[in-house]
């Protein structure tokens, strides 16, 4: 059973103990959410937002302007703007308060959790989001509502401002609404239309998916709904400033989605969604991503039915859906295992060799807006960046895969071998002088420690050793 310590988490490092009730140590983790373990300045998703309107603002509409004429006095005050506003720095200082909560945080299989969410809710690589706010977004709309309903997670990531700004919903205006009425878009041409990606995305990737049989007239009909959920957009905060419902740009009179009839208004969205997340089809969904992630890229319906059946039956409360996937995932622990995707992997590495990382709260804090950042403290971005997958960065709305297919390239598996032996870089000092490092490694994370003592064996160097442990095939899967 002791893959199963990664399969729900991250492993058992080198200084802890090995739960005797595997299970239980699982399901003891999902009821309450405690504050993060970084210790380290975090700062708010208003305060990231913050310098993220200074770095819009002051390319676009002071150094585009001032240095039109001069391409290279641009690029110098561009750089210049970007380290004014920590572009080089905050995705970085994101990704180790990530690390450190699968590392060190007393809840590893929360944050297991908690990633598999942020990716399911996904922000994609757009607009320097990656850079100032997917990192706050996961912190401060996902993390809390890990022991809320789905509901209300669904509404408060509908309702961000993050996503509100990557599927583009302030560009949607009611064709029909009071703004569509307004003077200056018969003169200027820009008549009001509906933007759909965010219905689209509400519909396909959170809540009922394309099993659900919807058509393109509900996504439609969803996009009226939400017409007038938009960042408010002023003279020097341009598109960041706080989402508000403005009600002249939403489209007026009755809408039509799955067959329900909803009336107009701001609290429409609220009904809707409360609709899709009780749709069966959102229950299956959910089950088979569950699934899909912790079990095997072909779940069956046997492992999908307990979990759809603690989702109806708590009103979609997420830990006790959280409960039901462990214990599917416990239940099949030894028919199936799954290749670990490479942020996983990383983050095991690292929990289970007691390596330096990510890098300490001490360094992060020593970072000061204005300056560049120092490489190590950019490591945490350029890691994934090399390894083929940056949690911030995914290149559709979908996320990253959760199929293992697309992870066993020769690719992304030789990126492995190159960070297996560059990990060694950040061991301790201090386990130098344990003669039983690997030996405790393997006893408390494999069942065949004595397989893989001997497979490791073969070689004398650590850094040897370190390359064959975390590439063997039973490291990889979980």
């Known amino acids: 059973m002791k893959n199963f310590f990664r399969k729900v988490a991250f492993g058992i490092g080198i200084n802890e103990e090995v739960p005797s009730d595997p299970l239980n140590w699982a399901l003891n983790q999902v009821d309450e959410i405690p504050e993060f373990s970084w210790t380290g300045k975090i700062l708010t998703e208003k305060e990231l937002r913050g310098h993220y309107r200074d770095w819009v603002y002051g390319d676009r509409k002071v150094l585009r302007k001032k240095y039109k004429d001069n391409k290279n006095l641009y690029k110098v005050h561009k750089d210049k703007l970007r380290h004014e506003t920590g572009q080089k720095f905050w ?36 607009d320097f989001l990656a850079n100032y706010s997917t990192g706050a977004y996961q ?33 949607s205006v009611g064709p029909k609404s009071t703004s569509a009425k307004e003077e200056w ?15 689209r995305e509400l519909l396909e990737l959170h809540t009922v998916s394309p099993k659900a049989g919807y058509s393109q007239e509900d996504v439609i009909q969803l996009a009226y709904i939400m017409t007038g959920w938009e960042h408010k957009y002023g003279k020097k905060s341009l598109e960041t400033g706080n989402v508000w419902f403005n009600s002249e740009h939403h489209q007026p009179g009755k809408k039509n989605v799955l067959g329900k009839e909803y009336k107009k208004g701001k609290k429409t969205l609220a009904v809707v969604i409360k609709d899709l997340v009780n749709h069966p089809n959102c229950r299956d969904f959910v089950a088979e991503r569950l699934c899909r992630f912790l079990i095997t890229d072909e779940p069956t319906k046997e492992m999908k039915q307990p979990i759809i059946d603690a989702f109806q039956k708590s009103d979609g409360h997420i830990p006790e859906i959280h409960k039901a996937a462990i214990k599917v995932a416990f239940e099949y622990n030894d028919k199936y295992k799954k290749f670990q995707t490479p942020e996983n992997w990383v983050i095991q590495v690292a ?25 190590s403290q950019r490591e945490p971005e350029w890691l994934l960046q ?69 497979y490791i064996n073969q070689k004398n160097r650590s850094i040897e050793k370190h390359t064959l442990l975390f590439n063997h095939p039973e490291f990889l899967k979980a």
């Not at 996902?142 to 700004?165: C, G, R």
């Open 91 to 126: 995705e970085s200082l994101e990704i180790s308060i990530r690390h450190n909560e699968g590392i060190n945080g007393n809840n590893p299989v929360l944050a297991k959790l908690w990633m598999f969410w942020g990716n399911f809710f996904a922000i994609s690589e757009k």
């Open 139 to 171: 912190r401060e709309i996902i993390w809390p509502n890990l022991n809320q309903s789905f509901e209300k997670m669904v509404y408060d990531v509908t309702t961000s401002w993050a996503m509100i700004h990557h599927l583009d919903n302030s560009e």
């Open 185 to 199: 878009r018969r003169r200027k041409k820009e008549p009001a239309t509906i933007n759909e990606n965010h219905a």
């Open 351 to 375: 929990k289970i060799a007691d390596l330096n990382w990510p890098p300490s709260p001490d360094l992060m804090d020593k970072y000061e807006l204005g300056q560049k950042p120092f490489d």
């Open 386 to 454: 090399n390894i083929g997958h940056h949690p911030y960065r995914a290149k559709q709305p979908n996320g990253w895969s959760d199929h293992s297919d697309d992870w066993i390239s020769p690719e992304l598996l030789i990126r492995r071998l190159v960070y297996a032996k560059a990990s060694y870089n950040f061991h301790k000092i201090e386990n130098n002088k344990n003669a039983e490092y690997y030996a405790n490694m393997v006893e408390k994370n494999f069942d065949n420690p004595d397989k893989i003592m001997n």
